[in-house]
């Protein structure tokens, strides 16, 4: 009986101390959990010049305080460790090389478990400004000069195709256009002076650049004068050497004598007329007040004359005289254009127009009807007998073309 009681009693100690070795809560202990990585970046992105700060703070344990945790970097995400373990959550760094980084952040408790987070960050080059850079087609001219700017030479090493572009005509600090990615404007100046040309150039970063080039504008050559047609039509006058000209095509439908010039519309009786005829180019009635009419040799030579009173169309030796004042035949062209390309098409090879004369390119009507060349060629009647003046858009020279006397060409009128 006493060795079964001190069986029992034996049984129960033993099955008591097995209970209070395997509760923990017997003893008052917890089981340590892993903690939990978190970082943030400020700012989120940026470029090699960008000291970006990362921040731990926020990482948290179940059983340590966040200021007992350590933590550790790795900014390539290498395997290899940068920094040590430290109880400082903030931290930061400068990238010497752009691209995409993997950052990890190790974050260690007092119980010695880990865990890790991986960050990704996007890393630039700098952005730098643009650089500001134009052309002007002229450095001189007058009221009647268009002068054409062109900025596609400016740049940016980081994306030069996204460069906005605005022009200030007196760099007055005013500027007189939007901005625009159209690199390519032109403009004329109403009064004379020196004025100075200003470009800025704005990239997709804000970043600007500038530039300016002068150009000389002087008064245009015209008269205070003018001569008016039996329709009615005003003309300017420039004065060239000693030489009245019309600045402006002739666009009269009478004769002096009021008879009315045959308007002649359909190709076949184009061709085929012996009178006097006009049109306007392409029977498009939109051109007539710039390029004026187009008359065939016939008006030109009838005996009741289509220049005004005062006036005749030139000989062959007033053409001879103007083109002498203007420095001869390869370059009197040049200074009788109109400048820029509103009107002639590209390149308007040495167009200045300092002569007042703003010879447009109205093209012409050949014989059969058909038109030709608007916007590419100047042709000019002369009186003699049945041959032209012209003047081209790819150069500055002006030459003379034998015609028939069906073709419909341009009248300049020069004063008695």
Not at 205 to 211: I, M, P, S, Y
Not at 291 to 311: F, K, Q, T
Not at 368 to 381: E, R, T
Request: net charge negative; proline share 3%; glycine share 8%.
């Amino acid at each position: 009986m006493k060795k079964l009681l001190f069986f029992l009693i034996s049984v129960s100690i033993i099955l008591i101390l097995f209970s209070c070795k395997t509760d923990p809560t017997s003893l008052g202990s917890k089981e340590n959990t892993p903690p939990v990585a978190y970082f943030t970046t400020k700012p989120d992105s940026g470029d090699t010049s960008t000291i970006f700060e990362f921040d731990a703070s926020k990482s948290v344990d179940n059983e340590d305080s966040t200021s007992s945790l350590v933590v550790r970097w790795d900014w390539e995400n290498d395997g290899i460790w940068d920094t040590n373990f430290s109880t400082n959550k903030i931290t930061s760094r400068q990238f010497q090389n752009e691209g995409t980084k993997s950052i990890a952040l190790e974050v260690k408790d007092t119980g010695g478990l880990t865990d890790t987070v991986i960050n990704q960050l996007i890393v630039s080059t700098p952005n730098t400004p643009p650089r500001a850079k134009f052309s002007v087609s002229l450095t001189s001219g007058t009221t009647l000069t268009i002068f054409e700017v062109d900025a596609s030479d400016s740049w940016d090493d980081e994306d030069s195709t996204l460069i906005n572009v605005r022009w200030d005509w007196e760099n007055d600090g005013i500027w007189d256009t939007d901005y625009t990615m159209n690199k390519t404007t032109s403009h004329q100046y109403t009064v004379e002076g020196t004025m100075r040309i200003k470009l800025e150039v704005q990239d997709s970063g804000g970043l600007t650049d500038t530039v300016s080039h002068q150009v000389v504008v002087s008064n245009a050559p015209f008269t205070d004068s003018t001569v008016t047609d039996i329709d009615g039509n005003v003309y300017k006058i420039v004065k060239i050497g000693d030489q009245y000209w019309m600045a402006e095509n002739l666009k009269v439908t009478h004769y002096r004598n009021g008879d009315a010039i045959p308007h002649v519309i359909n190709n076949n009786d184009w061709e085929n007329t012996t009178s006097g005829a006009y049109c306007a180019y392409g029977n498009t009635d939109s051109f007539i007040s710039t390029y004026g009419l187009l008359y065939n040799w016939y008006a030109v030579n009838d005996s009741r004359n289509i220049a005004p009173e005062g006036w005749h169309i030139p000989s062959e030796a007033e053409w001879n005289t103007l083109i002498s004042t203007l420095g001869g035949y390869d370059l009197a062209g040049g200074k009788m254009k109109e400048a820029g390309t509103l009107h002639w098409d590209s390149p308007n090879t040495g167009a200045t127009n300092e002569s007042g004369f703003t010879a447009l390119p109205g093209g012409r009507r050949w014989r059969s009807g058909s038109f030709q060349s608007l916007n590419i060629i100047a042709v000019f009647w002369q009186k003699d007998y049945e041959f032209s003046w012209d003047l081209y858009y790819q150069n500055d020279n002006i030459g003379g073309t034998s015609r028939f006397k069906t073709e419909g060409i341009s009248i300049r009128c020069v004063k008695d």
